[in-house]
């Protein structure tokens, strides 16, 4: 769900080429599904996992939301994540509150604006469906709900990996 | 719900002393109820309004939410909000996230940390028992859960009025 550099993604590739066991995966990814189907109904109901601010070229504000298999497996603090749990991102434009701005008497508020051109990314557990890329479906919709391409998608397992301990999820529960 | 400056409390309070209409006011909110008595059942389930960073003195990343009530207004874009609707913001500290800059390959990546000082803040709607208040009764809790002294909540509506057209209420809804 964490966008690479192209320095990241050339590292990854050049890797393949030369170590086996990443060719190997590599084959793998080239069969699995990746889940761009259909955004998953009803996330906007869901509850909130926690909030980010991403600065630099995403300049985002974000949401991360989990529907109730995921919410109930942070808050018991379970890992690995069961079948079936879906961790979403809102990512709104990061964008300045005159308004609040003038109320604080100072220039302090930064709220959501619209959406943007990442604005909805999601993580779908399957263990079996998904097996290649750590039981985990990527997925990632543009203001319009158009899906990214699933190129772009393989980019996203190998971030997730340096997380592995927490079931590749980044996003910590916020209390 | 917004946090006022010195400046604010002083004019408002010598405004009350120069003016008859906003010693009935004063005079109002001396005897009006304000909404301390205890946190709302159930408010980390609720729904996502949007998100905001303050920076400054409160240095926050925090999450509105509303109850049901409020989000079918918000949603439906209906003001003033139904009787019954409360808004909700919890506000964690604004933190760098070590892990997330690693992999992003730069520093961008602000995550919510513990809960600050001002965690919970709520607005109730009850147009006759906060009548005096624009219909909203205000509270604020601390990160054990208890709750800030009447006192200081008496500066929460001045500060809101001015967003009346709302129904004193500064968060838009984001998509």
Known sequence: M???TLLLIAVTLAGAVFTA????YAAAQEA???FVKEIPAGYRDWKVVSVAHE???L????AVLGNDIAIKAYRAGKFPFPEGAIVGRIAWSYISSEENNKTFGRDQSFVAGSPTDAYLQFMVKDSKKYAATGGWGYSSFDKNGKPTDEAAMKA???CHQAIKDRDYIFTRYAP
Chains 1, 2 share one sequence.
């Open 21 to 24: 066991t990443t060719s190997r």
């Open 156 to 158: 996203c397992f190998p």
């Open 59 to 62: 300049n985002d504000i974000r």
């Open 2 to 4: 964490k966008r690479i």
């Open 55 to 57: 600065a630099g070229e």
């Open 32 to 34: 699995a599904p990746i």
